[in-house]
């Protein structure tokens, strides 16, 4: 049988180019040799998102970003979190097998209250136990199917621990029923840099959105930070904002050219920045037009995640039995 893949995208706002190289991108590819199961964590982002609206729109956003930019759905299952209600039962019986301590250092938990204390407030101000137990909910839905790999970012990797640690206290206890999984990291894609440089990253504002109207996506390209040399001047690509990017679009031929006009001088930041664009523009037009045409359609997209919903509980039902059969609810 195939090897399962499966993955969480966390409803918060349609993608940028960091996103795609580093997740988007990766998982698409590892579903050509996987049975994939992607996934809109809708339950994850109510920890954050608390306006109903909101939720509602970020969630069709991702669903039809996915889809524009080339998931296909008669080969991915592709389904709401919230769809499949085994992974609230697996949640609770993950929950008897965590350690609290393991939960305390868990990152997204310990910034806030490391912040919290910074400021002299109450260590536990503002935090709401989804946050808390928020890797045992990731945890579930990566063993609730059975999964071997899950393609995440770096940030992510944490929370893959999490998960083994977890299955193994259950599996010690009652035999090798959970599958560890592994994670699936791309390190060399995980720093994309921003318009300023810093981490491509939607909290920085200095993202170039992948599907933002050529008029904006320009202007944001055209913002990128480079040094002050003159267009003669010979140039680092590797320590050039631009070219870090150009690099993952150009084919490999026009890469290598373009390092030697890096080198050689006479090439001028905004001559590279247009061909950046362009290049971005060409190689997301059409998903653009797919991306607008889907967000139009929630049915279409209602009709995609329910289907993945149904294969998805194909897979969970006979796991969850075991687990029960397993803890002594059901025989
Ligand atoms: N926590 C992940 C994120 O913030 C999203 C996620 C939820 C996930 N459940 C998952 C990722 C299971 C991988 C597997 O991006």
């Known amino acids: 049988m195939n090897r399962v893949a499966l993955t969480g995208i966390k409803p918060t ?32 982002a109510l920890t954050t998102v608390k306006n109903r ?14 889809v524009a930019l080339g998931l296909n759905p008669e080969q991915v299952m592709f389904y709401r979190q919230s769809d499949i209600i085994e992974v609230f039962e697996l949640t609770w019986i993950l929950d008897c097998f965590t350690a609290k301590g393991m939960l305390n250092r868990a990152h997204a938990y310990k910034a806030v209250v490391d912040e919290n204390l910074q400021a002299g407030r109450d260590p536990d101000k503002q935090i709401n136990m989804g946050l808390y137990s928020y890797p045992v909910l990731m945890a579930a839905d990566i063993l609730l199917y059975g999964s071997h790999v899950v393609p995440v970012g ?9 998960t083994r640690d977890i299955a193994m206290a259950f599996n010690k206890n009652y035999g090798d029923i959970l599958v560890l ?10 720093t994309i840099p921003g318009t300023d440089g810093r981490k491509m990253s939607a909290s920085y504002n200095n993202t170039l959105p992948v599907f933002a109207p050529p008029a904006k996506l320009r202007k944001r390209v055209m913002r990128i930070v480079t ?4 267009p003669e001047d010979p140039k680092d690509p590797e320590s050039c904002n631009v070219f870090a ?10 890469v290598e050219s373009t390092r030697q006009k890096y080198i050689q001088g006479g090439l001028a ?12 523009d060409s190689t997301f037009g059409s998903a653009r037009e797919k991306y607008n045409e889907l967000l139009a359609d929630r049915d279409e997209i209602d009709r995609i995640l329910m289907k993945g919903a149904e294969e998805a509980r194909a897979i969970a039902k006979p796991i969850i039995e075991r687990v029960r059969q397993a803890v002594g609810v059901a025989k």
């Open 13 to 44: 706002g349609p993608p940028h180019i960091g996103n795609y190289l580093g997740m988007i991108k990766p998982a698409l590819e590892l579903a050509r040799d996987h049975q994939a199961l992607y996934f809109l964590a809708d339950y994850h």
């Open 181 to 190: 999984p592994e994670a699936s990291i791309k390190e060399e894609v995980m």
């Open 245 to 254: 990017i150009f690099r993952h679009f150009a084919p490999p031929d026009t």
């Open 53 to 66: 609206d909101r939720l509602i729109q970020l969630t069709y956003e991702v669903a039809a970003a996915w």
């Open 154 to 162: 770096l940030d992510q990797k944490q929370h893959l621990e999490m």
């Open 227 to 230: 040094d002050s040399k003159r």
């Open 269 to 280: 930041y905004g001559e590279i920045k247009g061909e950046l664009f362009e290049l971005l």
